[in-house]
């Protein structure tokens, strides 16, 4: 299975990609994860996140780049795979947060990407009210935040924008507004279940019937 969950900061992304992690041990499925596309990278040290920030936008956007088509790569080699934010996040906060100039490929590249990606990917937007995302924000601020308050609405929006103009045939919308991580787990289970490879349906049937 090779899923990419994309939307707005603290709409739930991070503890989605867990939940399928962790579900994804109990049945075989070994899920290879990437979750450090916004800048500063999340896989760095601190030290090198905080050198990160200093960065130009030329460099920033260089190197969002280059990792972005690094694992196009990546979620080809591994038979599991989750990507989280990947090329659209950087599309939406490249302008706003990190500087990019009109002319950075990087805003136009998710479109030429989706061209190289495994058939059987499916796209995943976590989505959740302007009101739920900044009670998030106030109550567990993320070290190094990217979003300000006054954009969520539109930030919002453009994740729905580039949900809609994806390549991408499967697609799953999910709103977290009211949903726990395990709720949201099985409402996405519930959704890809159509756009499962045949492989993957096999494979998840057989872990299914071992556990009972």
């Not at 996040?89 to 990190?98: A, M, R, S, V």
Request: proline share 5%; aromatic share 10%; net charge negative.
């Amino acid at each position: 299975m090779k899923v990419i969950a994309i939307g707005c900061e603290y709409s739930g992304k991070s503890a989605f990609a867990k939940s399928l992690l962790e579900w994804g041990k109990e049945r075989d499925m070994a899920f290879h994860l990437d979750d450090h596309f916004t800048v500063p990278d999340a896989s760095l040290s601190k030290e090198d996140r905080d050198v990160m920030l200093t960065l130009s936008p030329a460099f920033k956007e260089r190197f969002q780049r280059f990792q972005a088509v690094y694992h196009v790569r990546i979620i080809g080699l591994y038979r599991d795979a989750i990507e989280v934010g990947f090329y659209s996040e950087d599309t939406i906060y490249g302008p706003l947060y990190y500087g990019y100039r009109p002319e950075f490929l990087a805003i136009r590249q998710g479109r030429e990407l989706e061209k190289e990606l495994p058939s059987e990917t499916i796209l995943v937007l976590l989505t959740a009210s302007p009101e739920v995302i900044a009670e998030r924000m106030e109550k567990s601020p993320h070290e190094y935040q990217v979003i300000r308050k006054g954009d969520i609405p539109l930030l919002l929006e453009k994740f729905e924008e580039e949900f809609r103009a994806s390549a991408i045939h499967a697609k799953i919308r999910i709103d977290t507004t009211r949903l726990t991580p395990e709720q949201t787990l099985e409402e996405f289970l519930a959704k890809a279940r159509p756009h499962l490879a045949s492989e993957d349906f096999i494979r998840i049937m057989a872990n299914e019937g071992k556990r009972n």
